[in-house]
């Protein structure tokens, strides 16, 4: 079992960046994949980006390479979303979520635990 608790989001202004953070309970937090998701109300929920197990590699939805940069700390428990250069696009309900897949990371279904959801707000 794993818990996940988002934190990090807020109303920034488009260009801004922004620090997303998630913590994980449980002593298996090394096993799981790691993803970011996000979903604007009457929108179906999306994929953003994944990590490995180990932190070795990552996997991003097109339109935020270059900009978000997803980081995971397996002593802490805690993965990361550093998010640069934000548009208005990305203003979303953003989710932390746990699979044990790799290297496919894009479904939702395959995820098994997901977090509460941070807002993340950009305005224009």
């Known amino acids: 079992q794993v818990q996940l608790v988002e934190s990090g989001g807020g109303l920034v202004q488009a260009g801004d960046s922004l620090r997303l953070s998630c913590a994980a309970s449980g002593r298996t937090?090394?096993?799981?994949?790691?993803?970011?998701?996000?979903?604007?109300?009457?929108?179906?929920?999306?994929?953003?980006?994944?990590?490995?197990?180990?932190?070795?590699?990552?996997?991003?939805k097109d339109s935020v390479k270059g900009r978000f940069t997803i980081s995971r700390d397996n002593a802490k428990n805690t993965v990361c979303l550093q998010m640069v250069s934000l548009k208005s696009e990305d203003t979303a309900v953003y989710y932390c979520a746990a699979t044990r897949s790799w290297p496919l990371v894009t479904l939702e279904y395959l995820y098994d635990y997901w977090g509460q959801g941070t807002q993340v707000t950009v305005s224009s």
């Open 29 to 60: 937090f090394s096993r799981y994949t790691m993803g970011w998701f996000r979903q604007v109300p009457g929108q179906e929920r999306e994929f953003v980006a994944a990590i490995s197990q180990s932190g070795g590699g990552t996997y991003y």
